[in-house]
C-alpha cells in the first residue's frame, strides 16, 4: 500500500504527463467529470411504442355510430362506451368528435354529452356536436353520448327520415386549442317573456344572439343580467354588445343569466363557450 506521500507524488506524475490542459489534480477531476457528462448524452435513448394494444379493434378508443335520429328529443346514443383503459394516473386525454349528416333532419340536432372521471369521482357536460372538434382533459375514464334536442325550441322536434354519423375518438396528450374551444348552443326561441337559465359547467363567455343585432352603435330592447349564487347582478349589459356573434366574458362567481325584455320580442339563441 502506498504511503500518503507517495500517492501524491504518483498523482502529481499523472497531473503533468496530462500535459498543459490539466495543471492540477482539482483540474484533472474536473476534466474526468466533464468527460462523463459528455458520454453520458452521446447516449440516446430509444423508448419503442407498442404497435398493439387495447385501443385497437376493440372501438374502446374510437368508435361511430350510423344510422336514423331517434324520433324522440331527449334520446341518448351511445357513441364511444366508457373506456377504463386509459392506465396510470389522471392525465390529459384529448378527445375529438366528428359527424356527416346523410339526410338533414326538420328540428333536430343532438349534443355530445361527454363524461369524464377521475378517481371515484365523475363530472358530465354538453357541447356542440360540431363537425370537427377537439378538446383536452383531465381523466383516467371517458365516455361520449350523444342526446337528441329541439334546435327551434318554438316548434316541435322533429327527425322525420333524417340520419347522422357521429365519431369520436380519445387519445393521450394535449392538442392545440384555443381559450374555448368547445361552445353549448341553447335552442332559439321568441322572447315572449324574461328568460332565466343556469350556467353550464365549464363555461367562460357567453353570447346572446339576437334577430337582426348587427351593430354593436345600436341598442336592442333586451338586457342581459350576469348574477351569482345570491341572485345580484355582477354585471349587466344592453344585448348590442353580443352583436355580430361577440362573446362576453362571464364574472367570476357567475351561476345563471337573466334575459330582460324591454320591448318587442326578437328570436334569441343563448350560447355558451366552453374552456377546460
Known sequence: MLARRAFLALVGVVVVACGDAVTSAADFTKSVALGMRSALRSTVATVLEPTDGPWANQNAFGDQFFGPLPTNAGKVIEVLPKNTKL???????????????????????????ITIGCGGVENSFDCDWLHGAQLALVCNSVSVRAVTYAPHGDADYSAASAAVALKASVAKGNTSQGRCPATYTMPTQGLFGNLFFSVPDFAREFCLHVGSNNDPAVPTDVLVHFRNEG?????????????????????????????????????????????F
Not at 392506465?87 to 340536432?109: E, F, I, K, T
Not at 366574458?249 to 355558451?272: C, E, R, Y
Open 231 to 275: 341572485g345580484t347582478d355582477l354585471a349587466a349589459y344592453n344585448a348590442q354588445v353580443f352583436a355580430g356573434g361577440r362573446s362576453i366574458p362571464l364574472p367570476g362567481g357567475t351561476n345563471a343569466i337573466f334575459v330582460d325584455k324591454l320591448g318587442a320580442s326578437p328570436l334569441v339563441t343563448p350560447q355558451f363557450f366552453l374552456g
Open 87 to 113: 392506465y396510470g394516473p389522471p392525465s390529459v386525454h384529448s378527445v375529438a368528435l366528428g359527424r356527416s349528416d346523410g339526410v338533414a333532419a326538420q328540428n333536430a340536432d343532438v349534443y355530445a354529452r
